[in-house]
Structures are given as structure tokens and as C-alpha cells.
Nanobody
Framework: VQLQASGGGLVQAGGSLRLSCAASGRTVSGYALGWIRQAPGREREFVAAIGRSDDITRYVDSVKGRFTISRDNAKNTVYLQMNSLKPEDAAVYFC?????????????WGQGTLVTVSS
């Protein structure tokens, strides 16, 4: 499976971005999908995950109420709608595929897309 993330960019604080991650090579309908981020000088951080059949969504506390993860299995794509962005959300965002939405180990990683938030 190859994961291709897109949609990052520069946005002002309070603004919105929508990240997309398209999978190729095989269907990802059998995987939970998620997003991990890494800011400069910081460890990678779990952001959000969605179960194989949309039945489960998880978020890190800092993004609850602002970010929404969704998936379209017909398009083999996962999305992350990010609203009310804060400077502390700035990071490289990676999409991942895992066996469950609760997994801490990931079977596949995308290449990352950069999100910059200006204050």
C-alpha cells in the first residue's frame, strides 16, 4: 500500500485546511486509517484515527471539537478536516494505516504534508 498525503499549506490561526490521503496498490478498506503529526524538535504525536467501517473515531484531546477525520472507502481515501487552527497545530502530518483504530503500531505510512499556521 502506498499512501499519498496532500492538502497541507500555510494558513492563519483560526483558519481551516483539509488534508487528504489517497491509498494505492491495494484497497485500505480492511485497515483503520489515521493521522500522526510531528513538529520540529518534538516527538511524533497521534492526532486522529478512524475504524474500518467508520464505527470508531479517536482524537488526541488537543484537537477534539476542531478536527474531523473521515474516510471514503470507494475512493480509498482518508480526510482530516482541520478547523480553528492554532500555531501549535503546525507540523508535518502523516497518514497511516493500521489494523485497528486503537493500534499504536502502523502497517503503512504516507510521506507527510506540511501544515504551517501563522499567528
Amino acid at each position: 500500500v502506498q499512501l499519498q498525503a496532500s492538502g497541507g499549506g500555510l494558513v492563519q490561526a483560526g483558519g481551516s485546511l483539509r488534508l487528504s490521503c489517497a491509498a494505492s496498490g491495494r484497497t485500505v478498506s480492511g485497515y483503520a486509517l489515521g493521522w500522526i503529526r510531528q513538529a520540529p524538535g518534538r516527538e511524533r504525536e497521534f492526532v486522529a484515527a478512524i475504524g474500518r467501517s467508520d464505527d470508531i473515531t479517536r482524537y488526541v484531546d488537543s484537537v477534539k471539537g476542531r478536527f474531523t477525520i473521515s474516510r471514503d472507502n470507494a475512493k480509498n481515501t482518508v480526510y482530516l478536516q482541520m478547523n480553528s487552527l492554532k500555531p501549535e497545530d503546525a507540523a508535518v502530518y502523516f497518514c497511516v494505516a493500521a489494523r485497528s483504530a486503537w493500534s499504536r503500531e502502523y502497517d503503512y505510512w504516507g510521506q507527510g504534508t506540511l501544515v504551517t499556521v501563522s499567528s
